[in-house]
C-alpha cells in the first residue's frame, strides 16, 4: 500500500527550534507524579491536567508575566 505522504526536510536543524518544547517537556517531567499513575487513562488525564493548569494558571516570566492563553491574546490584539 502506497501512502500520498512525504517528509522533507529543507534546513539542518537548530538546537533552538525546538528548545521551548524541550523546556515544557523538562519541566512537566519533574513536576508531574505520573508514577501513579495505573492506567493510561489517568496518565492521561493527568497530563491533560498539567497543559490546563500550564496555559491557563501559571503566569510565566518570559511572556510579561502573563500566562501563555493571554499572551496570545495580546499579541493576537496588537
Not at 503566569?59 to 501563555?68: E, N
Request: charged fraction near 25%.
Amino acid at each position: 500500500m502506497e501512502t500520498m505522504i512525504k517528509a522533507v526536510k529543507e534546513n539542518r536543524g537548530n538546537c533552538l527550534d525546538n528548545a521551548s518544547m524541550e523546556s515544557f517537556f523538562g519541566h512537566m517531567k519533574d513536576e508531574l507524579d505520573y508514577k501513579c499513575c495505573q492506567t493510561f487513562q489517568s496518565l492521561q488525564l493527568v497530563i491533560e491536567n498539567y497543559i490546563q493548569d500550564y496555559n491557563y494558571d501559571r503566569y510565566q516570566w518570559t511572556l510579561k508575566k502573563m500566562i501563555p492563553v493571554q499572551y496570545r491574546n495580546h499579541l493576537l490584539s496588537a
